[in-house]
C-alpha cells in the first residue's frame, strides 16, 4: 500500500471549514445539541462522493471542470449560457464569501489582540494575497495543511473537554431528526459543506498535484485516499464544533458569531476560551481567504478558456477581483461576517444545482472520461446525492429570498 501524501484534498477542506462553518455548526450546537450530528455526516460522505468525481475529470480529462463542461455541451447557446452562469455566479459569490472569510478572520485575531477590525481585515488579507502570488501549488497547500491542522487541534480538543455523552453523541449521528425550527440549521450545515466552488477547485489542484496521465490508475487510487482522509477531518472539525458548544443547550444560547460561543463556554474553559476560539477562527478565516479566491479563478478561467495556470496575468486579475472586493468590503463597510455570509450562500444556492448536475453530465460523458467515467453504482450515487442537495440549495434560496411564509 503506497505511503499517503498529502494533496489537493486539502484544500477542499480548507475552504469549508471557514467561518460560515464555525458559526452554522455553533449555532446547531447551542441550539440543538448533538441532535443534528447526523446531518454533518451526510454532508461528509456526500462531499467524498461529489469531490471524487470532480477529481477524476482533473485525472482523466487533463482538464478543469469549466473547460469540461465547455466540451461536453453540444449546443452553443446552453454551453455559452452555463459557463456564463457559473463564472460570474462564482466570481461574485466569492467575492462575499471572501468578505466573510476576512471579517471571520478578523474577528478571531482581534479575540486575541484587541486590533480595529479594519486593520486586521488589512492583514489577513495582505498573507492571502501573498501566498497566492508565489503561484506555487506547494507552498499554498503546505500552509493549508498547516492551518487545517491547527483547526483540528483547537476544536477537538474543545470537544474532548466538553465531555459529550457517547450515546448523544451516537444517537445525533446515526438516529437522523429534526427538531422544531432546526430545517434550515440542517440546510445550512450541508450547504457550508458542499461547495460548488470546490467541485472546480479540485479538478484543476489535481492535474497540479497529479500531472503524469501514465500513472492515472494509481493517480485516482492517491486521489481517493486523499479524499477519504482530508474530507472526513473537516467532518470532524463540524462536528466537534456542534460538540463543544452543545453544553449550551438549554441555556437559550443563541450565538451571533464565534466570540459570543467563546465567551459564553468561559465556565467550561474559562479565561482559555477566547484564545481557543479566537485561534479556530482566525485559521478557519485564513485557509478560506486562500481558497476562495483561488476557486474562482479555476472556475472562471476554465469558463473563458484562460486555463489554470496560477502565474498567468489573467488569472491573478480574478482571484485578485475577490481578493481585493473581500478587503475593500471588510474595511470599509465592515459589516456582519454571518449576514455576509447569508448573501453568499443566496449565490451558492443558484448555482450548486446547476453545478451537480453538469459535473454529473461530465463524468458520464466517454469522449472526454474514457474508462475512468461513472459505474452505475457511481451514477445511483450521485444522483441520490444531487438530488437531496439540489433540493435543499433550492429551498434554502427561496427562504433566503423571502418568498416563503
Do not use: C
Request: aromatic share 6%; charged share 10%.
Amino acid at each position: 500500500m503506497s505511503r499517503f501524501r498529502a494533496g489537493p484534498g486539502f484544500l477542499v477542506t480548507a475552504a469549508f471549514i471557514g467561518p460560515g462553518t464555525i458559526v452554522t455548526a455553533s449555532r446547531a450546537g447551542a441550539g440543538y445539541g448533538t441532535a443534528l450530528l447526523w446531518a454533518v455526516l451526510f454532508s461528509v460522505v456526500a462531499t467524498m462522493v461529489l469531490q471524487d468525481m470532480a477529481a477524476r475529470v482533473g485525472l482523466a480529462g487533463r482538464r478543469s471542470l469549466a473547460e469540461a463542461i465547455r466540451d461536453s455541451l453540444d449546443s452553443p447557446a446552453v454551453r455559452v449560457g452555463a459557463l456564463a452562469l457559473i463564472a460570474f455566479t462564482i466570481l461574485i459569490g466569492n467575492a462575499a464569501f471572501q468578505t466573510g472569510n476576512l471579517l471571520g478572520a478578523s474577528l478571531g485575531l482581534s479575540l486575541l489582540t484587541g486590533l480595529p477590525q479594519g486593520l486586521l481585515v488589512f492583514i489577513v488579507g495582505s498573507l492571502a494575497g501573498a501566498l497566492l502570488m508565489t503561484g506555487t501549488y506547494r507552498i499554498i497547500q503546505n500552509a493549508l495543511v498547516a492551518l487545517v491542522g491547527l483547526m483540528s487541534v483547537v476544536f477537538i480538543l474543545v470537544a474532548v473537554l466538553s465531555a459529550p455523552s457517547p450515546g448523544d453523541l451516537l444517537s445525533g449521528l446515526l438516529a437522523p431528526s429534526i427538531p422544531d425550527g432546526a430545517m434550515l440549521t440542517v440546510m445550512a450545515l450541508i450547504g457550508t459543506t458542499v461547495v460548488s466552488y470546490n467541485l472546480f477547485l479540485h479538478a484543476s489542484a489535481t492535474l497540479e498535484r497529479w500531472p503524469d496521465a501514465s500513472r492515472n490508475d494509481e493517480n485516482i487510487r492517491e486521489s481517493r485516499q486523499d479524499i477519504v482522509f482530508t474530507v472526513a477531518l473537516g467532518g470532524l472539525i463540524t462536528a466537534a464544533v456542534v460538540v463543544a458548544t452543545s453544553p449550551l443547550l438549554g441555556q437559550g444560547a443563541e450565538a451571533a458569531d464565534a466570540a459570543t460561543v467563546a465567551s459564553r463556554l468561559e465556565p467550561l474553559l474559562g479565561r482559555a476560551a477566547p484564545i481557543f476560539f479566537g485561534i479556530g477562527l482566525f485559521a478557519a478565516g485564513l485557509t478560506s481567504a486562500i481558497t476562495a479566491p483561488l476557486a474562482a479563478a479555476y472556475a472562471a478561467g476554465g469558463a473563458l478558456g484562460w486555463g489554470a495556470d496560477l502565474k498567468s496575468r489573467r488569472i491573478r486579475l480574478l482571484w485578485g477581483f475577490v481578493l481585493l472586493t473581500g478587503m475593500g468590503f471588510g474595511i470599509f463597510l465592515g459589516a456582519s461576517p454571518y449576514q455576509i455570509i447569508l448573501l453568499a450562500q443566496a449565490g451558492n444556492g443558484v448555482v450548486l444545482p446547476l453545478a451537480l448536475i453538469l459535473l454529473l453530465v461530465v463524468v458520464n460523458r466517454k469522449r472526454i472520461m474514457g474508462r475512468y467515467r461513472n459505474s452505475r453504482l457511481a451514477n445511483v450515487l450521485g444522483a441520490a446525492v444531487v438530488a437531496v442537495i439540489s433540493g435543499l440549495a433550492l429551498y434554502q434560496l427561496v427562504r433566503l429570498l423571502g418568498l416563503t411564509a
